[in-house]
């Protein structure tokens, strides 16, 4: 339990790597710069739980001592150099990132007024004009925030609570063995990450984060709908059954692919993007509630709270 509790102050640095891409994307491709860290969960995902497999199958002694170590002690010692290797890399070469991009904006902004972009006569600019921001007040980015929080806790604990007791549901109805269930779990991963790199991070620029939310809300009920009737062919069409599962499975991938990812994303654009004043050089002033670093850790509290509390409703539903 105590191990667990330290894995869970380590999902910190979660946190921090969505700040850090925060920091360095514009609000144009903040949902592509931060599909990377869902596909790097995705990948990890996959490769994570046959590597700890591995070394687990090869349990560690110290003979000269007359300890004889359990099982997890491999991986545990692997996982422990990785840290501490990360640990060092970060405190070497990681950059403050705070304000960075605003002060190169800064630097690269035009300073003759020929290099301004020219506007047409009827009004209406040419392309090198952005198109407008619709600019909302602090108060409501503030609900906005508080909206996209119970969302997350609600979503997560409804997500988490599945995947936790799907494999409850092969085990029990299909007699699946750890192998069939491992394939399952890691096929998911992999369309996942097939998502997210080749699908949702071109796609989201297009449609923007709140549709791409919902998409992903609407896979997840198609999905839950397909495993709901996966019970009542088991027996009779173990075929159909399969078939049902193996569509759920791509549902939950899809859903799995889009749903945080976007949420963070459209959560990230609500708050101040700080840095500094390109006119003045002064650092601009964030509202408490809107600082990204603030914002951003609790709408990410909400999910995990979320995510800690489904498994324990999705087992008693079970």
């Not at 891409?21 to 596909?39: C, E, Q, Y």
């Not at 009920?221 to 019970?231: E, I, K, N, S």
């Not at 939950?252 to 708050?271: G, H, K, M, P, R």
Request: glycine content about 10%; hydrophobic content about 45%; proline content about 5%.
């Amino acid at each position: 339990m105590l191990s667990r509790v330290i894995g869970g102050l380590s999902e910190g640095n979660v946190q921090l790597a969505i700040a850090i891409l925060s920091d360095v994307s514009t609000p144009a491709n903040r949902s592509k710069a931060l599909a990377h860290v869902g596909i790097a969960f995705a990948i990890c995902f996959c490769i994570g739980p046959p590597i700890g497999a591995y070394f687990a199958s090869r349990p560690l002694s110290i003979n000269s001592w007359g300890l004889e170590l359990n099982v997890y002690a491999a991986p545990s010692f692997l996982t422990l150099i990785l840290l501490v290797a990360e640990t060092v890399f970060l405190m070497l070469f990681l950059p403050e990132t705070r304000g960075s991009r605003a002060i190169d904006q800064g630097k690269e902004r035009p300073k003759s007024p020929s290099s301004e972009p020219h506007i047409k006569s009827k009004g209406s600019a040419t392309n090198d004009v952005p198109k407008p921001v619709r600019k909302f007040t602090v108060q409501q980015r503030i609900d906005t925030l508080k909206s996209l929080r119970r969302l997350h806790f609600l979503f997560l604990g409804v997500f988490s609570g599945m995947e936790f007791t799907l494999t409850f549901l092969t085990f029990d109805l299909l007699d699946w063995n750890n192998k069939q269930n491992g394939m399952l779990i890691g096929s998911i991963g992999i369309i996942s990450a097939l998502l997210q790199g080749g699908y949702v991070r071109r796609a989201t620029a297009r449609t923007g984060e709140g549709i791409m939310a919902r998409r992903g809300v609407s896979s997840c009920a198609a999905g839950l709908f397909l495993l709901a009737l996966l019970p009542g062919q088991v027996a009779t069409n173990p075929r159909l059954a399969i078939k049902l599962l193996q569509g759920g499975a791509v549902c939950l991938a899809f859903t799995s692919a889009t749903v945080v990812n976007s949420l963070t994303s459209l959560a990230s654009l609500q708050c101040d993007e700080g840095g500094f004043d390109e006119v003045t050089g002064k650092p601009i002033e964030e509202h408490p509630q809107l600082a990204k670093g603030k914002a951003l850790g609790q709408f990410r509290s909400s999910g995990q709270l979320g995510r800690a509390i489904g498994p324990l409703l999705g087992m008693f539903l079970f």
